[in-house]
């Protein structure tokens, strides 16, 4: 085990990877791990790159990150905020710490001086050591909008809304139709991320949002095909368990596109490489079990394990159960 490949969105993908990077320190020191992270949710706030998911793999990796929240950094003031918001400019229902703007100040500074997302993504990490190459999906912008199906506050139904503003203001409580990926389709993915893929010796699906977050890598033009064609083994752990997104409303964005919110059907979503998904397995919580037959019956090796990521050990002994599927 050389090579590993994490696809990852926010907090899931962030949590799954320190536990792996936990795992493989005992099991396979020599492994390096390059994870791949969605930008669908990036924006620009206040004239600067706001990079949520990025940020989250980078600061949980590098020993940055507020734990009780899962994202930001711990010790944080709210002075530039309020300042901003004294102008009655920025938006109320998003944070942004004063520590943190420090990342997106530098972030948007090299990317104006034309850096690529990449290129600064690696620069950032010079000072965060995530112990992982990090890399964008992609480094043209892609930013993932919804389409509502309700009036609220000054939008109207029909309008569309940025991913952030649904999830974060409306705790994605408001109806919509469905999510709309602007500029995926002709998205190029980053240097390295297709190579990541190919020639990984083992590729993870961890518990990310299979929507918006691993569905947003997964639509960036060759990543899939990437899935198919590389020699290592794909698989998946399920961020559902027991019926219910654990953390966050994955729930709602798996029922905008059609797919119930339980193992089972997350993993029928994502499929059986032999019939032309992309898992060769998929770990599953203790108590899914009873979704094994049908899995194995669609192809799809899996097993259960304890799938909460309560504590360091909990999540190390997860990416251990996903090592010892393949
Ligand atoms: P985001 O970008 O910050 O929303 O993070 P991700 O897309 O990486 O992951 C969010 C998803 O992770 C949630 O919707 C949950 O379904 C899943 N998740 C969060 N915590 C846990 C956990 O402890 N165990 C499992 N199995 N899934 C989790
Ligand atoms: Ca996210």
């Known amino acids: 085990m050389k090579r590993v490949t994490v696809l990852a969105g926010g907090v899931g993908g962030a949590r799954f990877t320190r536990g792996l990077l936990a795992h493989l320190a005992v099991v396979a020191p020599d492994a390096a791990v390059t994870v791949i992270v969605n930008t669908g949710d990036d924006m620009w706030l206040d004239g600067l790159r706001i990079c949520p998911d990025l940020d989250t793999v980078m600061y949980t990796l590098g020993g940055g990150i507020n734990e009780e929240q899962g994202w930001g950094r711990p010790d944080e003031s709210r002075r530039a905020s309020a300042e901003i918001a004294a102008y009655g400019r920025g938006w109320s229902w998003f944070t942004l710490g004063d520590l943190d703007l420090a990342t997106h100040i530098v972030r948007t500074d090299l990317l104006r001086n034309g850096s690529t997302l990449s290129q600064a993504t690696e620069f950032l990490c010079r000072r965060w050591q995530p112990g992982v190459r990090l890399l964008p999906m992609s480094d043209q912008p892609v930013e993932t909008h919804v389409c509502l199906a309700e009036n609220i506050d000054d939008?109207?139904?029909?309008?569309?809304?940025?991913?952030?503003?649904?999830?974060v203001r409306y705790r994605a409580r408001v109806a919509i139709t469905g999510f709309e990926q602007r500029g995926l389709a002709?998205?190029?993915a980053a240097p390295g991320v297709l190579a990541a893929i190919t020639e990984a010796d083992l590729?993870?699906?961890?518990?990310?949002?299979?929507?918006?977050?691993?569905?947003?890598i997964l639509a960036v033009p060759g990543v899939r095909q990437a899935l198919r064609a590389t020699r290592a083994r794909v698989v998946g752990v399920s961020p559902i368990i027991g019926g219910a997104a654990v953390r966050g409303m994955a729930d709602v964005c798996l029922h905008t596109i059609?797919?119930?919110?339980?193992?089972?059907?997350?993993?029928?979503?994502?499929?059986?490489?032999?019939?032309?998904g992309l898992l060769d397995a998929w770990l599953?919580?203790?108590?899914?079990?009873?979704?094994?037959?049908?899995?194995?019956?669609?192809?799809?090796?899996?097993a259960a394990a304890p799938l909460w990521m309560t504590d360091l050990p909990a999540t190390t002994a997860m990416a251990a159960a996903v090592l010892a599927l393949v």
């Open 186 to 188: 002709d998205s190029v």
């Open 258 to 276: 059609g797919v119930e919110t339980n193992a089972l059907a997350v993993g029928l979503h994502y499929g059986a490489r032999t019939n032309g």
């Open 155 to 167: 939008h109207t139904a029909g309008d569309y809304i940025h991913f952030e503003e649904w999830w």
């Open 203 to 216: 590729v993870v699906l961890p518990p990310s949002n299979p929507v918006v977050s691993v569905g947003t």
């Open 284 to 302: 599953i919580d203790e108590t899914d079990a009873a979704a094994l037959p049908a899995l194995l019956h669609a192809g799809i090796h899996s």
